[in-house]
């Protein structure tokens, strides 16, 4: 361990001084005008958060709306806070704390406080994120790509949105490994209602993470500043889906500002929410169609199952209809009517098939008539 | 000197017998009408008045009462001018009493005594049947329709002068010759094959039609749903002719049917807009007349939006759903029309339409979508057997592909599974067991793994068995087989549109 283990930590607080810490660390939080750089800053001169908090006054006193600032630092109970917040079983994770990713800390704005339920061990991270109104392929792709990840010891981050991110925490926990949500509300609140099991299931296998305090509702200027720390917990952000006003962008703005790898999954041409991707991709992002193209740029060991890409093995036509129905599949999702029209088969027995393959769980049907095959592979 | 002519009014779609009394007396000179007539009989005194006199005959300047007998019954509608004006010729001493005997008249005049067609000529031309009529004096132009009354002489006639010379012998007419059974009846131009690229829906179609099964169609706008439902009756099979008379009878009371025509062969195709009101698809008026539901009576009733319909609206679809028919009720009478109809409805996958859409993105959240699917309330999606969604086909299908099979191909198809149900339910007579027939042993295991893995109720179990009958029947197979309920479930997709827990 080097000496500088968190500027200006050099190894991780424990009991009082952790407490004074992060009783510090909320105060700052309920100060007007002062965001996360300045909090940081201070902190990396004084040394000690509870320095600072003790010496405010003295520090803003340069400032015009110090007597604001000053009226706020009276007037706030952060152990009142503290206090709330443990009552909901939520932990505090602020700098020094044992928990707290180094990697987080140094970005340009780390948030000063986070409260968690579960348990926040980040280890090698990476951010999936993508748009709400994804199609079919793009859950699949999501779906797909956290579950390899995640297999392959790696801790899954995104947003808890709905759309890609929810299938990306729904693959990494079919995987068995670990998964964050990093959420624009308080994590007792669960945004959107329909991931309420997702959640729990989120917080019994990883962790709910957000710098709001318990009982904050979602507010649209929320989301932006949640993305900074999808990006800041992770090593690198993947992007599934996206319109080109997509929150993903602004997720991979913050990569690109803290200095994390992007990486997009190429999509249709003729699909609007492959906009993103694709632009990406035209910009030099790195291209994600495997867990292992993502692993290797990381230097990270690959996923056990070598080589499963997205794509499928092709498969020559079989004799059976649900051979020759999975044969077509294996080029991508499709419609009942093109599975008709490229299998040959009548409508009465692709229909039949594709029931027998739904029962078997080898396929499923999305709104739309739209048959893919289930975990995006053959093997699946 | 008095007078009394037979004609007939419409309650529903029978027509009950009228006695037109007409008395002509002393006094100062009038012209009054009683017996709960309606405003369009009131106005038959102008007609009558100038019909009499642009004819040649003459009109008495003294006091005439004209009674409609029975008194209680209300009389609506032109078509009593003819037996009124009879009646005053009558009484008159015009035309001789004898004469008119026997004969049942209708008809509405024109100021030059021209004989206009009315509504319901031929629930008239029954009702002469019924109460033994000499002959039927009708206009010429809906002298066609009552002539499929054969036990009825059904006379022609244009103009009040024609009628007057026909009864004293001084030009009679010959009775109208029954319409040609038009067995080689027209073509419609719509066929099956003009859908392109859309192999699923219209397999959809055909199961429907040979299961006599309501259908829904659930797809982004512009993909062909309205096309779809319209090729429905040209895959029916052809009316019967007692189904023709039923529809005919339904179009002339509901004034609907062309001048000059005989039997209406082709399947109603009936597809009111989503604002129609409750009473028009069930039937309304004082008088009540058929609504949309009666008049898709043997045939096709689609509603294109089908969450943009009114509740009240939809609700009226629960009783001939069920039953085949609907009641009216009104202040003065009760009537039950026939609504034996196969339904059709479509409706978009979300408010925006473009949910599952592969080229555009649907902007709707999951909780506007459910919001959107819970317009259509349980008991009528429960009475619809099948629901299948309907994409948008890729452009180059439709451009490209060659035309699908053609209705008529369709159409024997189903024909010949029609029958075999028809056979079926003869043997097994009308038990509850008939409705899906005899059921493979291994078919049974499937349906309930199927019921077990997609959640399904017993009524959904039910009608999926329905569809797979449809379908063996199609084949031609006896008993339902795995593959059948394999492809039944397709077209089951509401069953599992339920929310997905993630």
Redesign the interface.
Known sequence: MTATWLPPYDRPLAGSALDAEIEAYVGLTLLPRIGPRTIKAWVQAAGRAWSVWRHLPHLVRRRRDAAAIVAAWRAARPADLVALARRRRQDLVVPGHPAYPPRLWHVPDPPPVLFVRGVLAVGPAVAVVGAR?A?PYGLQAAARLARDLAAAGITVVSGLA?GID??AH?GALEGGGRTIAVLGAGVDVVY?P??A??AEAIAARGALVSEFPPGTVPQPGHFPRRNRVISGLSLAVVVVEG?EDSGALVTVDCALAQGRDVFAVPG?I????SRAPLALLRDGAKMATSADDILQELQLPLASSAGATLRGSGGAPGSSPAERVLAVLAAGPA????L??ATGL???????????L??QGVVE??????VAVRGGGMHG | MLATIRSATLAGLEAVPVSVEVDVGPGLPTFTIVGLPDAAVQEARERVRAAIRNSGYEMPPRRIVVNLAPADRRKEGPALDLPIALGVLVATGQLPARTVDGYLALGELALDGALRPVPGVLSVAETARRTRARGLLAPAASAGEAAVVEEVRVYALDSLRAVVDHLIGVRPVPPAPPPVCATGRQASSLDLADVR???????ALEVAAAGGLNLLLVGPPGVGKTMLARRLPTILPPLTRDEAVDVTRIYSVAGRLPAGAGLVWERPFRAPHHTASASALAGGGVIPRPGEVTLAHHGVLFLDELPEFRHDALEVLREPLEEGLITVARVHSVVRFPARFMLVAAMN?CPCGF?????????C??AQVQRYLARISGPLLDRIDLHV???R??TD?VLA?GPGEGSAAVRARVVAARARARDRHRYAGDGATADSGPVAPEALVFVR??AD?LVLGARATRRLLRVARA?ADL?GVEAVQ??????A???R?FD??A?T??
């Open positions: 109104r199609s709905r929810g299938a729904g959107p329909e991931h099991h997702l319109t249709s003729f699909s609007p929410v419609t009942v009517d093109v008709v029209a009548s409508p009465a027995d692709a229909a039949a098939a594709i029931t027998a739904e029962l049907v999305h709104p739309g008539q739209v | 690229g859309q192999p699923v829906a219209c397999r996958p949910r599952g859409d592969p080229q555009r993105s649907c902007r959240t999951p969604e309907v994409p086909p890729p299908a592909g793994r199927c893995r379908i084949e795995v593959a059948h309920v394999a492809e479930v397709r077209y997709v599992r549109y929310p827990p993630t």
